[in-house]
């Protein structure tokens, strides 16, 4: 796409990892938003299922009114770094007038300490 005509980008019409009202469905959401940010898809529409999501529906603010006023992912500029590990996930990025955004994952049941040391990116 890139080659051809790089205005284009990519969109995912529907997707759902279902557990919508279960925390695993959360880090599941929150796993593929990071995912799909860190390869430039510009809109990703949550299917919407008929039993509650407030699982997936909060991984979805996190992503979309992070900092409480309403800024979305189309104000960064993809991701900067990634790291997974076994228990722990990370995706971060930079905003127009440089500020970095991380996204810290726990992927466990058990309490996790992270350290993480950002790069400049």
């Not at 992503?63 to 800024?71: A, E, L, V």
């Amino acid at each position: 796409i890139e080659k051809v005509d790089p205005d284009v980008g990519v969109d995912i019409n529907e997707w759902s990892f279902g557990g919508t009202d279960h925390p695993s469905g959360a880090v599941a959401a929150a796993d593929a938003l990071g995912i799909f940010g860190k390869l430039g898809v510009r809109m990703a529409v949550l299917r919407w299922h008929q039993e509650p999501q407030r699982f997936s529906l909060a991984a979805l603010r996190m992503f979309r009114n992070f900092d409480g006023n309403g800024t979305l992912p189309s104000q960064y500029r993809g991701s900067g770094f990634f790291i997974n590990t076994e228990f722990v996930t990370a995706y971060a990025s930079k905003d127009r007038d440089g500020g970095v955004y991380v996204v810290v994952i726990n992927k466990d049941q058990a309490d996790r300490s992270v350290q993480l040391s950002v790069p400049d990116i």
